[in-house]
């Protein structure tokens, strides 16, 4: 079944006319293995259906994508490892020996502070300063968020179709 009638379950008075480009819901399909996805949906009276109504591989794979990434508040610890760039003859031992060095294959990112000073004035030109959750973790714990419920709504066979790739 193809997106178009997938979307047509969810609202079955659709018009074929609604998806032909013009007329608010534009279908795309980039041939990367992700399938057809809803690229603009600017229906007048109807929402854009959820992942549980109309699930996508794209939609999978994005989630998955972001709540990869590491959360702001958390930061990153850099990764290293030991490379062999070449030998050299080891006196001592009378055989060849490794030459290593150590590369970083992920640098470290530091957590962002926890919260943040909001300075707010009265018409008397007084301060206030008021603490706040940091906005970058507000964003990243909603974004995490969200891409935690499509994951959780997505049925077992677009997660199939998301492994097989």
Known sequence: ?????KIKEVYADLADESFDGRNGIIIKDDLNGD????AEWNHETLSTPTQAEV?????????VERLALNQVALGREEQTEEVVIGQEWNEETEEMVDVTETRVIVYAIDPVAPTVDVESY??????????????????????????????DSTPQEVINAYNAL
């Open 1 to 5: 079944m193809d997106l178009i009638e």
């Open 35 to 38: 399938g057809a996805y809803i």
């Open 55 to 63: 699930p996508t591989l794209r939609n999978y794979r994005l989630a």
């Open 122 to 151: 009265d018409e008397e030109g007084n301060v206030t300063v008021t603490t706040i959750e940091n906005p970058l973790i507000t964003k990243d714990n909603e974004e995490r968020a969200e891409a935690q419920s499509i994951i």
